[in-house]
T-cell receptor, first 112, second 116 residues
Framework: DQQVKQNSPSLSVQEGRISILNCDYT??????FLWYKKYPAEGPTFLIS?????DKNEDGRFTVFLNKSAKHLSLHIVPSQPGDSAVYFC???????????FGTGTRLTVIP | EPEVTQTPSHQVTQMGQEVILRCVPI?????FYWYRQILGQKVEFLVS????????KSEIFDDQFSVERPDGSNFTLKIRSTKLEDSAMYFC??????????????FGDGTRLSIL
């Protein structure tokens, strides 16, 4: 089951620069997308979401972009901070369904 | 901020034994979920629960699994006869409502289940 893919297992960014995390999906029925952040020994923490009726959603330093035609979304973090170092999961679902489909995650390291 | 709590944080069980994982969802949430993450793999959906019944389940959620909301606060996952391949991190999640699609699921910190 590879409906949601995060092809970069890791990413390193200098503090203050932009972090861009990418996610691709294959199921055109998905209409709701989320990003979660996960620290070791903790559960996923909700970060930001976007509905398929939008192509951008912004919350402080975090912006999610959705390209429906390419079935691609990305999370931009700017400026990146050392506390952002974590594993970031992309997840997707469709209206009427309850479950989330997760990607495999990208480990972000922000270097001070 | 309210949070989903899970107990225990780590459970070690002999193969073939029954295990119950416990969760206290956020108090005004109506939808409840269990997910699991086998080491090195992605988080996978197991089951969703609403209005005291299962609303959706995955292929993983076979007859060995069951869920229950025995009172107004707890939500449990039972594995009747554990197998080695049940070793994983199990996450509970809850969501306030499904009517507005922009309602994220909130996750607990998980229970690490180790089957010997």
């Amino acid at each position: 089951d590879q409906q949601v893919k995060q092809n970069s297992p890791s990413l390193s960014v200098q503090e203050g620069r932009i972090s861009i995390l990418n996610c691709d999906y294959t199921n055109s029925m998905f209409d709701y997308f989320l990003w979660y952040k996960k620290y070791p020994a903790e559960g996923p923490t909700f970060l930001i979401s976007i509905s398929s009726i939008k192509d951008k959603n912004e919350d402080g330093r975090f912006t999610v972009f959705l390209n429906k035609s390419a079935k691609h979304l990305s999370l931009h973090i700017v400026p990146s901070q050392p506390g952002d170092s974590a594993v970031y999961f992309c997840a997707a679902s469709r209206t009427g369904a309850n479950n989330l489909f997760f990607g495999t995650g990208t480990r972000l390291t922000v270097i001070p | 901020e309210p949070e989903v709590t899970q107990t225990p944080s780590h459970q070690v069980t002999q193969m073939g034994q029954e295990v119950i994982l416990r969760c206290v969802p956020i108090s005004n949430h109506l939808y409840f979920y269990w997910y699991r993450q086998i080491l090195g793999q992605k988080v996978e959906f197991l089951v969703s629960f609403y209005n005291n019944e299962i609303s959706e389940k995955s292929e993983i959620f076979d007859d060995q699994f069951s869920v229950e909301r025995p009172d107004g606060s707890n939500f449990t996952l039972k594995i009747r006869s554990t197998k080695l391949e049940d070793s994983a991190m199990y996450f509970c999640a809850s969501r306030r409502s499904s009517f507005n699609p922009i309602q994220p699921q909130h996750f607990g910190d998980g229970t690490r289940l180790s089957i010997l």
